[in-house]
């Protein structure tokens, strides 16, 4: 291996992240769907040629942490390495082949330099819909995968540079948006023309040779890094139990359960004792699991490590089998993200045990995921998908963040504005839900409500929801954030309250829909929080005076007096 100077070595791993930029900026000036223009649920990354994960764009951790497992499965399992052509391009959404779920299609396409293979490039996108049993692809009732959407196996979509057009088109027919799927598509082959440019162009300049020595020592750099944080940490064990409410089909709480030893400069983390795989579609397979466990360790340990395969190398995660964590085929998973988000959170829980000066009280944790399939007056359909999000946990420096996309998902704002001209919707609120952050020391920010009424003859809803039993949980005496609710207020004036996780929930012109979103936990006994701080809550309509009597105790009653 031809061994690389230090600053050139550094300028070749930017110029790597920089093609991988270069490809997510593809895709969202090409795209055609809201959630991938707006939404921004699409990410992009750069593989050496073995399949590793080198690196990405600044977009969505839980997709980029389990592409390099997808590539690896299929290299292993589908088409071989030396299969692989100039010019071809991989697909596949098969969450049973290293895949996250059938909405989010991955494509790969090799980078030959001189007949050589130097490396892979990959695109994830998040498409509006891929069939199934819910428009939006998010069927509550789903007990098997294949009511979900069409499943696509690792396949060739292009074959040395040409279209393999009636794959294409078999897809584009199994689809309710397929003319947004075809942009969508058309928009990530295109960001990997862009990607295989860039590299090409890094490979002709340095050498395929150093190129790959380069790639290396990327790997090498980011896992010792990530083994001196780990180090950095006291050695010890620690763990935490997480409940989700439901899978959407029962009553019965899930259970996730971690335990984590640390010692010296390795980490492991073993999730016995959590729930066997549900009938209702939150499940999660080990990519999805690992995804959210090396987010929730990068997020702890320290943002300046780069993040690739070699921050992988000092984690083993013992997952078992036909666990919630863990599915065995076909178990459901459209609505992953469910139990993903809490993944995270029940590392952090077990990690605020060791080390509590870097852990905040809980977040929200859960893409509030939904969607209406909408009959337009002009007797066109359409489908209107959107997430939001809600409140982060307090922390030892401060109250948490309010409505601010979690790092996992790091999902934008689809704007109001951009919705309403688009489909037959019209916004009636939109904006911070006073008392939703948990109190403490350092209260949490506060979740959010969105309320729109349909302004077409009909529609159908589905929700991808949570956190409607359990809050977020605070830490050192905090109180946990508020819970989430979903209403529907029909045009007659009647009121239902929906469950969390919903389907085919029948919608006709004037009804109104309302998400409240959770807040975040609070760090810290509630009586310790600062009265001047207090007060600028009170002032600022985050917290209301009865809120503030009730959580924060006589010593604040002046102050909450005096803003009154």
Known sequence: MTSIDPVRLEVIRNALIAAAEEMSITIWRTSRSTVVREILDFSTAVFDSEGRNIAQSARIPVHLNSMSDCLKRILEAHIPLEEWAEGDVVVTNDPYSGGQHLPDIQTFRPVFVDGRRVAIVGTLCHHVDVGGGAPGSYYAAATEIFQEGIRIPPLRLVERGTLNTSVFEMLLHNVRQSDETRGDLNAQIAALGIGTRAVSRIARKYGSDALGSAMSSILDGSERMMRAAIAALPDGTASFVELVDDDGQSEEPIRLSVTIV???????????????????????????????????????????????????????????????????????????????????????????????????????????????????????????????????????????????????????????????????????????????????????????????????????????????????????????????????????????????????????????????????????????????????????GLVTTEAAREHYGAAVIPAVDAAA
């Open 262 to 540: 640390k010692e010296g400069d390795r980490i492991s983390l073993d999730f016995a004792g959590s729930s066997p795989q549900v009938r209702g579609p939150v499940n999660n397979t080990p990519a999805m699991t690992c995804s959210a466990v090396y987010y929730a360790l990068l997020a702890a340990l320290g943002s300046d490590i780069p993040a690739n395969s070699g921050c992988y190398r000092p984690v083993s995660v013992s997952l078992p089998e036909g666990s919630v964590v863990n599915a065995r085929f076909p178990a459901p998973v459209a609505g992953r993200m469910v139990v993903n988000h809490r993944i995270a959170t029940a590392v952090f829980g077990a990690l605020a045990q060791i080390a509590p000066e870097r852990i905040p009280a809980a977040y929200y944790a859960i893409s509030y995921v939904y969607a209406v399939s909408i009959l337009r007056p002009d007797s066109k359909r359409q489908v209107y998908f959107d997430i939001e999000v809600g409140g982060w946990g307090g922390h030892a420096k401060g109250d948490g963040a309010s409505a601010l996309s979690c790092g996992l998902h790091n999902n934008t704002n689809a704007p109001i504005e951009m919705v309403e001209a688009k489909y037959p919707v019209v916004f009636t609120r939109y904006g911070l839900l006073p008392d939703s952050g948990g109190a403490g020391e350092h209260r949490g920010g506060l979740g959010l409500v969105r309320e729109f009424r349909l302004e077409a003859p009909e529609g159908l809803l589905s929700t991808n929801f949570e956190r409607f039993r359990v809050p977020p949980y605070g830490l050192y005496g905090g109180k946990p954030g508020s819970l989430s609710s979903t209403t529907l207020r029909r045009a007659d004036g009647t009121q239902v309250d929906l469950a969390s996780k919903v389907s085919g929930v029948a919608l006709s012109s004037g009804d109104t829909v309302t998400i409240r979103t959770s807040g975040g936990g609070g760090f810290g006994e509630a009586a310790r929080r600062d009265p001047a701080r207090l007060a600028d809550d009170i002032a600022e």
